[in-house]
């Protein structure tokens, strides 16, 4: 017997947080019936439903994407804004979905999958992944300012963990500077949160790295099936914060 959200999970229609919303909200049925208790556990007997379609069992996939600028990180967008997942819909018939989330106008690493047990590993705070960025700000920081962000600074939904933070070019005249910074949380917009928190906003963000993945030769809108090793290892990676 397993727990239903997990099921769901596995099956490759959601991440475990949305699969649980799914429930909460009515939209599961197990064998006809409509459950909203997170608890519940099924078996693999149990016919269920999400939203009146019937969960098939599918390869798990695992992708590596150059998200280009200008798309949602969704699997659909009730705005009618190009998705992350548009971008495979061609050739990849699974039902992935992206591993977090970069903003719309963030380009740079983001993995998919239909594996919602790998999604919740590599997203869950608890696990904590180092997600390096490259930020174009306005502005020169201060050396205090980027001790700040080293040290950890107050947002309006709590501080954030000690950062490794570096600039790696400025010009004062033009006032501009690009920095790198690396963080293992993922709060919404913390990148541009804590820049702009220092006085020196981001014009432009691009995530790099991903625990040891990097983006290599692909370009943006380019995407590559993750290795069955690079998948292992990033299991390992979040269970316990390092490779071996
Ligand atoms: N931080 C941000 O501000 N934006 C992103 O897309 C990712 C991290």
Redesign the pocket.
């Known amino acids: 017997m397993e727990r239903l959200q997990k099921v769901i999970a596995y099956a490759g229609v959601a991440s475990r947080r949305k699969a649980e919303q799914l429930i909460v909200e009515g939209k599961v049925t197990v064998n006809g019936k409509v459950v909203r208790e997170l608890g519940t556990k099924v078996s693999n007997s149990d016919t269920i439903e999400v939203n009146g379609v019937k969960l098939e069992k599918e390869d798990k996939v695992y992708f590596l994407l150059y998200k280009p600028k200008g798309y949602i990180s969704a699997v659909t967008d009730d705005k009618g804004r190009k998705t992350v997942v548009d971008i495979f819909k061609k050739h990849v018939p699974e039902r992935i979905f992206p591993v977090g989330r970069?903003?719309y106008d963030?380009t740079g690493l983001l993995l998919l999958t239909n594996d919602g047990e790998f999604s919740y590993q590599l997203t869950h705070p608890k696990f904590k992944i180092d997600k390096t960025?490259v930020a174009r700000v306005k502005g020169v920081p201060t050396v205090e300012g980027l001790k700040k962000l080293q040290r950890g600074i107050k947002l309006e939904d709590g501080k954030t963990a000690p950062a490794k933070v570096s600039m790696t070019s400025f010009d004062e005249q033009a006032g501009k500077a690009i920095c790198e910074i690396t963080i293992h949380e993922g709060k919404n917009?913390?990148?541009?949160?804590m820049f702009e928190a220092i006085g020196t906003p981001v014009v432009k963000?691009k995530?790099e790295q991903f625990g040891f993945l990097t983006l290599g030769n692909l370009k943006p809108g380019e995407y590559r099936e993750l290795t069955k090793h690079e998948v292992k290892l990033l299991r390992v990676l979040a269970e316990t914060g390092k490779m071996e």
């Open positions: 970069l903003d963030t960025y917009r913390q990148v541009r949160r963000l995530r």
